[in-house]
């Protein structure tokens, strides 16, 4: 009997045991991007464990490697919050002393990138480093307890966004890290979500592939900062895309006018209302109670489209 | 033969690097510690020194960038000072608790605020509890020499820790000296090849570095350092005696300087310590009992070192260019420290001194000994002086 090939590697470097939440849409990015990262490294360099990752202190950092214990199977590094780029700058150029082939793998929650470590990513992409950032995006600062970071969407509650008498929740639109990362003009740059595994998977393995440095910015729904069941993580993050929430694109060498997309609906009109998503998610119940507030966040999200280049109508 | 240049302290630090061959160097600009980098990026450019420079976007990265060189195995080295050291803060406490034995150079310069780029130890004296070994430089040659030490130092097995060494800013950093270049087969001998077996991120070999610790490990993790830098006392005392056999040049935690029949000692640190040595030699023409003692390694603290010297005077009078505002000198602090339960001990008198590059002249060094002759004779009525003030503008 044949026996197929599967589509993504057997080989695991993120090991069963690690403390994450159940349902925790990080987690499964971590799983899939060194799956793939260690696919491509195969296929580039014949070896698939040719790479060592530096992670940024938050969720999946903490949730991984407590002292004596450790969910790696690949050589791992955490120093601090804001400087995993710089840290991965440093191994890339001993691997290079070292004569050592294969590629650095960087990982940093959106507090990590967004915010506090933007000057080091900016620096690494800068300089040109062969390494692939991966930017978990739960969409606030989850590991200290889901306070808002500049990556958090508008209208989002979070335990420093709440809404009340004079607060709407989050007031500020989400930043989008890629677009600044493809401002660097590096090779590529993408974003996934763990609602398309294929898609996250391919995109991993482009930029693992590519000489020089790549940004992934994924979105990783969070169980408790989000509000919502643990058996619903993907199917939340599915609605992300499907409602275009969550534009799903591929940018090469900085060139913003021939964005790629994926799962963009031909005739630019999504099917699903983002309210299907946001009643999913308790970080968004009060917005339905104030009239214009999710409207506001339908037109933030048609601006974001516009600077894709892309006239979207939303139900 | 090791040749003779005359260079400025930078140079000096530059050409250490060189010789210690450093896989990876990171570094940023700042006053008055630039031209460190700059050199270094000569010796690269030039094929001189076989190393990946990496030209980073702060002091932070800097720092990062060499862990995470150093993480992976490699020697790596930075050069800064001041308001760069302090950016690197945090991460100087994650260097030394993951005993990454990463070398710096520091131009030895003041903190703002006021913002200002001449000479004080602030800089150095502020990460005193960071866990780095730190080595002053009174000259030129003793930059150059002590980041050789410095690299000796901080990879041996016993300690692997991160070690600082400071010179001070343009007093040093930018006057010219002869310094004399060792022989490179000489400095490849003193430091070996770089071969961890702690650290390394090495796809053959996977380990997890800097996880989370819990109380239940955490203090021991700390004891461990603790316990490094104690074993630093005797790693840096045989280093020094290598040092002199293969290089001619003495060493000491603590160099005295005429000492023998002093009734005051005069305790510093740096290029203060010339300074001082013209003073006494002056003072001791004029027949006072005073003499000098410099401190070469500040951390560890040489107390046993500080220990012997006390019993020798009635008044140590510490010349410090810092301050720890609420409490005195740190300087003044360590040398407490070390005597507190000693059975006899002298006056200890604290002087704040030379602050943001103010020169500090015969005059100021006379009112220090002048006020420690009074407290030999007529005991403490304050212990901690700042010496030049410009009342008038106070």
Avoid at chain 1, 278 to 295: D, E
Avoid at chain 2, 14 to 31: E, G, M, N, Q, R
Avoid at chain 2, 72 to 97: C, D, K, N, P
């Amino acid at each position: 009997m044949a026996v197929r090939k599967p589509p993504i590697t057997t080989r695991e470097y993120w090991a069963p045991g690690h403390a994450a939440c159940a349902g925790c849409g990080c987690a499964i990015i971590m799983r899939l991007a060194t799956k793939a990262f260690s696919e491509a490294m195969e296929e580039k360099y014949g070896d698939p464990n040719a790479f060592a990752i530096a992670h940024a202190t938050g969720c999946m950092e903490v949730v991984s490697a407590v002292f004596p214990y450790t969910a790696w199977k690949a050589p791992w590094i955490h120093v601090a919050f804001e400087n995993a780029a710089a840290v991965a700058s440093g191994i890339e150029a001993a691997w290079k002393k070292l004569g050592y082939k294969g590629k650095i793998l960087a990982f940093g929650g959106d507090g990590g990138t967004a915010d506090i470590g933007l000057q080091a990513l900016s620096g690494m992409l800068e300089r040109r480093h062969n390494v692939v950032y991966i930017m978990y995006d739960n969409e606030a600062y989850m590991n200290t307890g889901i306070q808002r970071s500049s990556s958090t969407p508008y209208g989002a509650w979070t335990t420093t966004s709440p809404p009340g008498k004079y607060s709407i929740g989050e007031d500020k639109p989400k930043k989008w890290v890629a677009l600044i990362a493809a401002a660097h003009m590096v090779p590529y740059v993408a974003t996934a979500s763990i609602a398309d595994p294929y898609d996250l998977y391919r995109k991993v393995k482009k930029a693992a592939k590519v000489d020089g440095p790549a940004f992934l910015q994924i979105h990783g729904p969070c169980v408790p900062g989000w509000r919502i069941p643990p058996e619903k993580t993907v199917e939340v993050a599915k609605l992300a895309i499907e409602t275009g929430v969550w534009p799903l694109f591929e940018i090469e060498n900085g060139d913003i006018r021939n964005i790629k997309f994926q799962r963009f609906p031909k005739d630019g009109k999504f099917k699903k209302p983002i309210e299907e998503y946001l009643k999913l998610q308790g970080r968004f119940k009060h917005l339905f109670k104030r009239p214009g507030a999710i409207q506001e966040l339908k037109e933030q999200i048609k601006e974001m489209w516009r600077v894709l280049g892309k006239e979207v109508e939303l139900p | 033969m090791p040749m003779k240049r005359v260079m400025k302290g930078n140079e000096a630090a530059a050409w250490a690097a060189k010789l210690a061959k450093p896989k990876v160097i990171a570094a940023f600009p700042i006053t008055p510690s630039t031209l460190v980098p700059e050199k270094i990026s000569e010796f690269v450019a030039n094929g001189e020194l076989d190393a990946e420079f990496i030209k980073v976007e702060s002091e932070h990265s800097a720092i990062s960038a060499c862990v995470g060189a150093s993480a992976a195995g490699v020697r790596a080295f930075t050069a800064t000072a001041s308001q760069g050291l302090a950016l690197m803060h945090e991460i100087l406490f994650i260097a030394a608790g993951m005993r990454l034995p990463i070398v710096m150079a520091i131009g030895n310069r003041a903190l703002s605020a006021p913002i200002n780029i001449w000479n004080d130890w602030q800089d150095m004296i502020s990460e005193r509890d960071t866990g780095w070994i730190q080595f002053y430089a009174e000259n030129n040659q003793e930059a150059l020499d002590l980041i050789l030490i410095a690299f000796k130092v901080a990879e041996d097995e016993r300690v692997l820790l991160p070690a600082m060494t400071g010179f001070d800013a343009f007093i040093l950093t930018h006057t010219v000296e002869p310094v004399e270049i060792p022989d490179q087969e000489l400095v490849d001998e003193f430091l070996g090849e770089y071969k961890p077996k702690h650290a390394y991120l090495d796809p053959k070999r996977p380990i997890t570095q800097g996880t989370l610790g819990f109380p239940a490990h955490y203090m021991e993790a700390r004891y461990k350092v603790w316990e490094a830098m104690e074993n630093a006392r005797e790693v840096i005392k045989e280093a020094f005696e290598e040092f002199e056999k293969k290089f001619g040049r003495k060493y000491q935690m603590v160099e005295e300087y005429k000492t023998d029949d002093a009734e005051i000692i005069m305790i510093t640190m740096g290029s203060l310590a010339g300074t001082l040595k013209e003073f006494i030699d002056k003072k001791r023409e004029e027949g006072v009992k005073v003499g000098a003692a410099k401190i070469t390694v500040y951390r560890p603290f040489p107390i046993e070192e500080i220990r012997a010297l006390a019993k020798k005077a009635k008044v140590l009078a510490i010349l410090e260019k810092d301050v720890s505002f609420g409490l005195g000198g740190a300087v003044f602090a360590d040398v407490s420290r070390s005597l507190i339960n000693e059975k006899e001990k002298p006056i200890v008198l604290d002087f704040i001194i030379g602050l943001g590059g103010r020169d500090v002249t015969f005059e100021q060094l006379e009112e220090a000994l002048s006020i420690s002759e009074k407290a030999m004779k007529e005991g403490v009525e304050e212990d901690v002086y700042w010496i030049g003030l410009r009342k008038e503008i106070l």
